[in-house]
């Protein structure tokens, strides 16, 4: 029999090969991981079929948010719920489409580490017309004493307390892209197996990109200097780093990746009407600040560090403005 030469990592070996530089790691973070990429695979199987079958449309209720929720948005979130309950790394959740957070109350999810907070499906207004959407999620180590039920204060920690975060995009191919303080590694379904691949190793957002990402439509709700910004952009040519691009899906882990992946901006400020944001920074801007930034990026909300705000409310917005480096520093001149 011939060997088989193969020479691409899983997502399950690739974290037991990240284990074994680490001796003391008890091997928690990287089952929590494992949960996540079978939940993501379960809610991959739905999206792909969401057009055949009755589970499209609206459940007939609304989120905390104000949002009508989808019926897929219920099945993505019972089933990272059921994943990270079922398994033994997992201490507590909160998501996008609770009101409150989940505390689970067996002994071995008390004596877990850590704690997850998750999007299970952004951008699901977009299910319907065929764009991708994508799950959000951000890892913290609890700061109540393990073996004690968590508690809220578990939940409301600074963006840079994570210990990972990550996203799946449900696109063209199906994509699982996580961040440790390590780096940040890309992996894709391969379908045949059924496993999520790596395919994207040690990722770095670019210093410069061509592409603004932002919601043209708002821009007379936008500050001065957010409109300034945006002008600059529109004016870029060849003898100052451009042209510009812009490229706005509506679909924030899509617009982000790609970002990630190219190099850009992805701008969604405060408006006249909502200077608050419409965001959410536990569920949505706090991961992809982490990953962003440890891939070379910044992730602002038009005054400081989105890793640095203390959240007070488990459903807290903010503005926010993510992506290459450079761009960034460009976009603070103007601010």
């Known amino acids: 029999m011939e060997n088989i030469s193969r020479k691409v990592l899983t997502l399950d070996e690739f974290t037991i ?7 003391s790691a008890t091997g928690e973070l990287s089952g929590l991981l494992r949960d996540i990429g079978l939940a993501a695979k379960r809610v991959n199987v739905e999206v792909n079929k969401a057009g055949l079958v009755d589970i499209l449309g609206d ?29 033994i790394s997992c201490a507590g959740i909160a998501s996008e489409e609770m009101d409150d ?32 959407i994508g799950t959000i999620f951000g890892v913290y180590r609890r700061a109540t004493t393990q073996g ?8 409301l920690q600074p963006g840079r307390k994570q210990v990972a975060a990550g996203y799946i995009v449900y696109g063209s191919s199906t994509m699982l892209v996580y961040a440790t303080r390590r780096g940040v590694n890309g992996f894709t ?44 952009c529109q004016k870029k040519d060849k003898s100052n780093g451009g042209p510009y691009t812009q490229r706005y899906i509506g679909s924030m882990v899509s617009d982000v990746h790609r970002n990630l992946i ?40 038009g005054k400081q560090r989105i890793l640095d705000i203390q959240p007070e409310t488990l459903h807290q917005r903010t503005p926010l403005f993510i992506g290459s480096k450079g761009m960034m520093e460009e976009l603070e001149s103007h601010l």
């Open 189 to 232: 379904l391969d379908p045949s197996i059924g496993e999520f691949c790596l395919s994207h190793p040690n990722i770095k957002c670019p210093e410069f990109g061509k592409i603004y990402s932002v919601n043209h439509g708002n821009f007379f709700r936008y500050s001065e200097g957010v409109r300034n910004y945006i002008d600059a």
């Open 148 to 155: 004690e039920i968590a508690s809220s204060q578990d939940f």
């Open 17 to 23: 090969q990240q284990l074994r530089n680490f001796p």
């Open 59 to 87: 459940a007939g209720s609304t989120n905390v948010q104000g949002e009508d929720v989808k019926k897929l948005d219920v099945f993505a979130n019972n089933q990272f719920m059921g994943a990270l309950r079922h398994g």
């Open 262 to 301: 190219k190099g850009g901006i992805f701008m969604y400020p405060g408006t006249t009407d909502k200077p608050g944001g419409k965001l959410r920074l536990l569920y949505e801007c706090n991961p992809f600040a982490f990953i962003m930034e440890v891939a070379g990026g910044k992730a602002t909300d």
């Open 101 to 132: 957070y989940i505390a689970f109350n067996d002994e071995v999810s008390k004596n877990s580490k850590y704690v997850c907070l998750f999007d299970p499906l952004d951008g699901s207004g977009n299910i319907d017309v065929n764009v991708s």
